[in-house]
Nanobody
Framework: QVQLVESGGGLVQAGGSLRLSCAASGRTVSRYTMGWFRQAPGKEREFLAHIRWSAGNTYYADSVKGRFTISRDSAKNTVYLQMNTLKPEDTAIYYC????????????????WGQGTQVTVSS
């Protein structure tokens, strides 16, 4: 099984950037699709992007397309989420997750989750 640990969250002003990291442990990580989600207070967990670890194919939710970029470093077993032009409405806890289904975009399709990292965007 894979274990996931997110980092890189924090407080940033609107218009700024952050890069989140998700360190994955476990030798089977290359089999998975890795996704990023976020959850704001009182809202459902929202899919943002995923990357197929082996092929590097990416997919984005419309809400973040063009502002967020997902990538992975196989040597470091780490997935990243580069977030640019941040807005106050991006404030949420951000989670990375692993799925066996290649095109996974819903929470039910992801079987392993990290603990989350808080991102706060001030106006």
């Amino acid at each position: 099984q894979v274990q996931l640990v997110e980092s890189g969250g924090g407080l940033v002003q609107a218009g700024g950037s952050l890069r989140l990291s998700c360190a994955a442990s476990g030798r089977t990580v290359s089999r998975y699709t890795m996704g990023w989600f976020r959850q704001a207070p009182g809202k459902e967990r929202e899919f943002l992007a995923h990357i197929r670890w082996s092929a590097g194919n990416t997919y984005y939710a419309d809400s973040v397309k063009g502002r967020f970029t997902i990538s992975r470093d196989s040597a470091k077993n780490t997935v990243y989420l580069q977030m640019n032009t941040l807005k106050p409405e991006d404030t949420a806890i951000y989670y990375c997750a692993a799925a066996s289904f290649p095109r996974a975009t819903t929470t039910n399709e992801y079987h392993t989750w990290g603990q989350g990292t808080q991102v706060t965007v001030s106006s």
